[in-house]
């Protein structure tokens, strides 16, 4: 299903563009997401275990154009990619009504309301979706912002996963959060 692109304002004025990611941008996403994973301590990957070739990159955007419960939308500044924003339908049959959510951002967009602009674009994307009914992500219960722009955008707590994350032998819990699409 097709995504409408949206050029939104953020809180620091600039105006931004919100279009769904093309095969031609799998080289701005890898350099993007190289770049922010680096200061992203509450995406449990780091930048060493990412090693997406260009061709798997490729392989990666294609699977969100054929998945017709998925969505793979980009921000972008004046021709920069800065965010992204994913929501992978699961394949499964009987779960595929559910897609989880991941996003990410360069640092110095963050906090500027980009994250919210992303989440609502994608939200009203699968609320017209045919197949969509839930949204499901996980989030370290140390990510304050990401708890907070969650919460804001309807989604509930639905439960937690203990100590799941550990760095230099400091655990953080992970929780679960949910989105009914069905129930506004
Ligand atoms: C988490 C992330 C997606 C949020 O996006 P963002 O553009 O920074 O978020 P927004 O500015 O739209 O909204 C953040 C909200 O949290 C609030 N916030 C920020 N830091 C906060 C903190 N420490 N405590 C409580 N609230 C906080 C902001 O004030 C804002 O609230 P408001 O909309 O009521 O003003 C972004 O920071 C990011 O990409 N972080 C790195 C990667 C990551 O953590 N991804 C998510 C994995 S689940």
Redesign the pocket.
Known sequence: MNFDPQTIQ??NGKFVLVREARLHDAPAILQMVKS?LD?????PKSTSEFRMSLEQEEAWIQSFLDAPNSLLLVAEFENQMI?N?DLTGNKRQVMQHNAL???????E???????????QAAIDWAKSNPILENLQ????AE????????Q?MRFQKVGIIPKLFKENGKYCDSIMMSLSLKSE
Request: no cysteine.
């Open positions: 953020l809180k922010y200061n992203s301590p509450y995406i965010g924003i959510v991941g996003m990410g951002m360069l640092i967009w963050r906090n500027q309301g980009l994250g919210s602009a992303l989440m992500l996980e989030v370290y990510n304050l912002a990401g708890i907070n722009l969650y804001k």
